[in-house]
């Protein structure tokens, strides 16, 4: 796999920016090199591939690692005893299963996509190569995991609250990797649905529809057709505020 097939799935460009990446993603922190050194070992995947994000390849313990090119995919944590419970949503440039890599166990996952998202898919084994070979690389991948560190510890702090309250930070830990800004607020457009959200935050999805009507009569956000706009998007202690307000 060249080079060119790269530019070829993300020549739009998302956003209008000369880069095709979340600023904050793995991808977005290579070099040239080590792109090609990654699309070296690689192959595509589109819309019909969803099975194989969950497999193990032949001789290999683990699943392939995973590069989003264009598009969201939605994480889910697979549970048995329950419906799946959804933990991120990832974006061009970020990396997933790449946490085996590095810890040698499988992580209980399951990928959606649809037909507007592609991904690059890498080999457990030649990534691990890849990885104790090029150290931009190596530190991309652990400046990336660090992070998601830090907004599943954000994540995890507004447990407890209401409802409408724990969908408000969702949705604004979402715009602020995902939205795209205009005049009027920034527009959320990654495909969730109501069930996804109520996965997200552990509510049923009657409670998420209600927490959705309080936050549009509040005038905090506008719901359209696959997408929804927040008027403002509040950093982590802006938000704790808006909430102190809310219980006030």
Known sequence: MGQGLIEEVVKWRRRGLSEPWLEDSFMAELPLSALQRLERCAWLLNSSDHDVTGQRLAGEDLAPVLVVLTGAVKIFHARWDGPDVLVNVAGPGDVLNAEEVLTGSRTITRLEWNEHAHLMGVSHRKFREILDRDEDIRHALVRTMARRVQELTAQRGHIGRRVDQRLWA???????????????????????????????????????????????????????????????????????????????
């Open 170 to 248: 969702f949705l604004v830990q979402l715009a602020r990797r995902h939205g795209m800004a205009r005049a009027d607020g920034v527009v959320l457009q990654v495909g969730l649905t109501r069930p996804d959200l109520a996965a997200a935050i552990g509510a049923s999805a009657n409670s998420v529809d209600t927490a959705i009507v309080r936050l549009r009569k509040a005038g905090m956000v506008t719901t359209g057709y696959a997408s929804m706009v927040l008027h403002e998007v509040p950093n982590e202690d802006e938000l704790d505020r808006t909430f102190w307000h809310w219980s006030a």
